[in-house]
């Protein structure tokens, strides 16, 4: 009996990690080449997961061709405006950079990326684009 509640609490523990875990991943179908920090990721479907269990900060950006890589982030939040599942790119001529990306509501992520100088920001569009998870 003891090893059943033990097992049965294990099981509860197990579904609800799933879950929350399957909730902080995104799908999104990215239609332009984009750059992540030093790295440069073909137009494509990919997968936005945590990169480590119970850890927010570094997160995987994967396609099912292998072309992977891992992003440093921190929280952003918005409480007073909902926010759609999508990533948000910043376009600099014909080039996209991945720049901040939102897993629900109020809740998002944003790419520690190097510093770009403020006339270049000023030059360059965002650009949105919707996920699911």
């Known amino acids: ?9 294990c099981a509860l523990f197990m ?8 909730q902080t991943q995104i799908r999104v179908n990215v239609p332009f080449d984009f750059t992540v920090g ?27 061709h292998g072309n992977a890589t891992f992003v440093m982030t921190y929280g952003v939040s918005s409480p007073m405006a909902d926010h759609k599942c999508s990533l948000l790119f910043r376009r600099f001529g014909g080039q996209y ?9 109020h809740d998002g992520r944003d790419v520690i990326r190097p510093k770009i100088a403020p006339s ?9 684009i919707a996920a699911e998870r």
Do not use: C, E
């Open 120 to 128: 270049m920001i000023a030059q360059s569009d965002l650009v949105q």
């Open 15 to 22: 579904g609800a990690f799933v879950q929350a875990h399957s």
């Open 38 to 64: 030093n790295h440069t990721l073909p137009a494509g479907q990919y997968d936005v997961v945590p990169a480590f269990t119970g850890r927010d900060a570094s997160w995987l950006i994967i396609n099912r």
């Open 97 to 105: 950079a991945l720049v901040q990306f939102w897993t629900g509501r």
């Open 1 to 9: 009996m003891r090893f059943s509640k033990l097992a049965l609490g």
